[in-house]
């Protein structure tokens, strides 16, 4: 069970992007957490890989740092693909891509910003431990999108 609420589709899933990021995407359909609710890319001069990767981010933005009350929301967000597989369902083609994120608690990660800035460079500063305290602040998840390609 994840931490994060899957995100509704009350809304069409590109005008939310077009309302968060101020950003056009070729896109239709749902947020891609299952084959049934894949998101539609309708048509782009951009690479496939690069759109999806982009799609993931927002989505992965939006579940957790604008969806979140301030307390639990998550900064440092990093969304790497680990794996693609390509699905043909009758005559639609789908692409199956895992994604892993790596973010950190907004809070924690401008109190590490804050405390290297402070002391880099002192003789004090014990660098490499700073650095695995951040290291084990950092949550770790794997999601899957669903994108059907039109």
Do not use: C
């Not at 968060?20 to 084959?35: C, E, K, R, S, V």
């Not at 890319?41 to 690479?47: G, Y």
């Amino acid at each position: 069970m994840s931490m994060f609420d899957k995100l509704s589709n009350d809304e069409p899933v590109h005008e939310v992007i077009k309302s968060a990021f101020n950003t056009d995407l070729p896109i239709q359909g749902a947020w891609g957490y299952t084959q049934e609710l894949s998101t539609t890319i309708t048509s782009s001069d951009t690479p496939y890989v690069q759109l999806e990767h982009m799609f993931a981010s927002m989505r992965a933005y939006l579940e957790m740092n604008m969806t979140q009350i301030e307390s639990s929301r998550y900064g440092s967000i990093n969304v790497n693909e680990l794996s693609r597989e390509e699905v043909t369902t009758g005559d639609n083609r789908y692409h199956k891509v895992s994604y892993a994120i790596t973010a950190m608690k907004e809070s924690l990660y401008t109190a590490f910003i804050k405390e290297y800035k402070e002391n880099y460079g002192e003789e004090t500063f014990d660098l490499s431990g700073h650095f695995q305290k951040r290291k084990e602040a950092t949550l770790h998840r794997e999601v899957l999108h669903w994108f059907k390609i039109s």
